[in-house]
């Protein structure tokens, strides 16, 4: 096993190059490069090998110090030690070196001894650093993690007692995050750097903390609650700041400020007319505005003891017309313009990825901002990333291209540039083969001013060009997604962009509809898909009649409680194929989320027989656990064919049934329409 260490010298002079090659090969891999752009390419993909650079300073294309610029906004500089080898002996030229992160200068003609000596040590205490780096970075992920464990634990207590789904906290946090980063990109009106929005989003798991106070039958209460109860439900906010406005000796700590004002005005409005303490406008801290529009949006969108879940669309439109209290107009313009980017962020939410993504955040702000370099493991898997690429685009038999922006070039996986007829990394594009003769030179600029054009928040390209694929002049469509830092003016890192044949494109289309249109773990159609699919069969129905059934279980907590999630995950799977083989292959058979599901069916004279039979099917045991379901059912008749009103008809059936004993079926009738007031 090779257990040398890699050296990456960068000399114009092949006899330079030669010589440190015979000093140095005995007890390192060496790696070349003619010049400062060859070698950031060789950086790129050997990043993890290499433990020390020799860089001299006049060269042709882009010089030594051009590197260690490039190296500096690329962050190679904090983990691959620089020593420059040059006959410029002036002060200028070795200040200028130091100051752009040199660590030694060696003057030519060099001594064999002084080079090795150097090497040597700059390699093991680079090495040194590295572990320093490491440790410190699993010191910092273990007190993390320990931080937001307590966190989630105290939170998910006050869920369990309000019989609330876990997912609200996560949700809160998410919708907080999103909506702060939203409004710091928007204004400087209020102090939101991004330790600050960690620390709030972390705040935010405590908002409804006060609950523990509150009685249970309150609490859980499915009617209307009484003028008496309201106020004690509404107690809730001061106990829940009097709780960590009493925490010994951690009153000042910045968590706790920011809990305990998101736990003491999170019910306050704009307009003042909130509680507890009728604050207005800009008085409420930016925290708590936020969390409370997070908070209500969550209630909206999410089945309660009281209420059904609103669909996404309507649960924005109720806040945007103020029928949830008064926001501050600037969170609402926020809100307005990102909703569907967060409907899309709430759907990939998880507990684990949550607090992951929290714990790694942290990590790296915190090693960024103590100036420590990113830990091994880190750097490893970006390269393990950047390797799955380049397999993955050979792989896929597809034209699909990798852009740098700076230095600019652009990479090919191996299969695509042999397709191709190209090199695997061309330097300088827009002169290339690629740039000239594949792309017309007018629409290689055109596209490169596009990717220019984007932006973190709109990274997607789609453009139509006549392209010169192996001499055959085809119409082409190239689809672009732009590559961002995260520094606090993001800067473009570069692109991966995907060449698609127009004629081959339609078949592709039609694979990606039935794909994208699938729910990840039942296999049936997504709500998106299902609803489009019915709005489309009302919008033409005539004559035709149609029955909407929504259907959830009644006892899936049951199920993870007593036998486990993995359990709780087989009886949704086996609730989604009884649904599909008691149905058919017309009738449209969807997941809403969780253990909720729909079918859509036509019918000629009756349908309650099939109901029956396929409630009967649903309701068996499955592996000796008794299976639960409230089921709720609208039809058409009546001349329903609006699908909101049709699904809202289904919903309210079916909390009709849980109100009265759960585990059955019942059609819609007139009788319901003020059960759920």
């Known amino acids: 096993m090779n257990t040398k260490k890699t050296i990456l010298i960068v000399d114009d002079s092949e006899l330079n190059r030669a010589l440190l090659e015979d000093m140095l090969s005995a007890d390192y891999d060496i790696l070349e490069a003619e010049n400062g752009l060859v070698a950031s390419r060789i950086i790129q993909e050997h990043e993890m090998d290499i433990c020390l650079m020799l860089l001299d300073i006049v060269m042709p294309v882009m010089d030594g110090f051009g590197l260690l610029k490039l190296m500096n906004k690329k962050g190679w500089i904090k983990h691959i030690p620089v020593i420059m080898i040059s006959a410029e002996t002036a002060s200028t030229f070795m200040d200028k070196a130091y100051g752009l992160g040199a660590v030694e200068y060696i003057s030519r003609p060099f001594d064999e001894r002084t080079v090795r000596h150097r090497v040597d040590s700059n390699v093991i205490l680079g090495e040194k650093q590295r572990d320093l780096s490491s440790r410190l970075a699993a010191q910092i992920y273990e007190k993390e993690k320990d931080n937001r464990l307590m966190i989630e634990i105290l ?11 876990g997912l609200h906290v996560l949700h809160v946090h998410a919708i907080t995050e999103f909506l702060l980063q939203q409004l710091a990109k928007t204004t400087d009106k209020y102090d939101l750097s991004p330790k600050r929005i960690t620390l709030i989003s972390n705040a935010s798991a405590l908002h409804d903390v006060g609950k523990i106070t509150i009685p249970s039958e309150i609490l859980n209460k499915e009617g209307k609650l009484t003028a008496e109860e309201y106020e004690i439900m509404k107690s809730h906010t001061l106990e829940g700041a009097k709780m960590l406005e009493d925490i010994p000796f951690r009153s000042s700590e910045p968590l706790i400020k920011e809990s305990y004002e998101i736990c003491r005005w ?15 406008g800009e008085e409420i801290p930016i925290s708590a505005q936020v969390v409370a529009l997070a908070d209500v949006y969550d209630a909206l969108t999410s089945r309660r003891v009281y209420k059904p879940s609103f669909p996404h669309e309507q649960a924005v439109n109720m806040i945007l017309k103020g029928e949830c209290g008064a926001f501050n107009p600037l969170l609402l313009d926020c809100f307005k313009s990102c909703h569907k980017e967060l409907e899309r962020k709430l759907k990939q939410v998880s507990f684990d990825d949550a607090a992951e993504n929290d714990i790694n955040n942290t990590l790296v702000r915190t090693l960024k901002n103590e100036g420590t370099e990113v830990s091994n493991r880190t750097i490893k898997l970006l390269e393990h990333e950047r390797n799955r690429f380049k397999i993955l685009s050979s792989l896929s038999r597809e034209v699909i291209f990798e852009y ?56 997607s390209i789609i453009e139509k060009y006549l392209l010169d694929i192996k001499g055959a002049k085809t119409w082409c469509k190239v689809y672009v997604r732009t590559m961002w830092n995260d520094n606090d003016k993001p800067e473009l890192e570069g692109a991966i962009g995907k060449i698609v044949d127009v004629n081959e494109e339609i078949n592709e289309i039609k694979y990606l509809e039935t794909e994208v249109e699938k729910d990840f773990r039942t296999g049936l159609l997504n709500y998106r898909a299902a609803k489009q699919r019915i709005n489309d069969l009302l919008a033409n ?59 859509f069916m036509e019918y000629k004279r009756s349908i309650e027989a099939q109901i029956k039979r396929i409630f009967k099917c649903l309701t068996q045991e499955f592996t000796d656990f008794k299976i639960s379901v409230s089921m709720g059912i609208a039809c058409t008749e009546g001349g329903i064919t609006d699908y909101e009103r049709l699904f809202a008809r289904a919903d309210t059936a079916a909390y009709a049934v849980k109100k009265s004993g759960k585990n059955a079926y019942r059609f819609y009738d007139e009788t319901m329409k003020n059960i759920l007031k």
């Open 541 to 599: 129905a005539g004559k035709r009649k149609f029955a909407l059934i929504m259907f959830d279980m009644d006892n899936l907590k049951q199920a993870n409680d007593t036998r486990g999630h993995l359990f709780g995950d087989e009886v949704i799977e086996h609730i989604a194929k009884v649904a599909r083989e008691n149905t058919r292959d017309e009738d449209i058979v969807a997941r809403i989320g969780g253990d909720e599901f729909i079918i």
């Open 404 to 459: 740098n922006a700076v230095p600019e070039m652009i990479t090919f996986s191996d299969w695509c540039a042999e397709f191709l007829g190209l090199p695997v990394t061309i330097y300088n594009p827009a002169d290339s083969e690629f740039g000239k003769k594949v792309f017309a030179k007018k629409d290689f600029k055109d596209l490169i001013a596009k990717i220019k054009a984007t932006s973190p928040e709109n990274p």
């Open 266 to 280: 999170h019910h306050e409005r704009f307009d003042g007319s909130g509680y507890p303490d009728g604050l207005k």
């Open 155 to 165: 939170s998910h207590i006050v869920e369990f007692r309000n019989g609330e789904s």
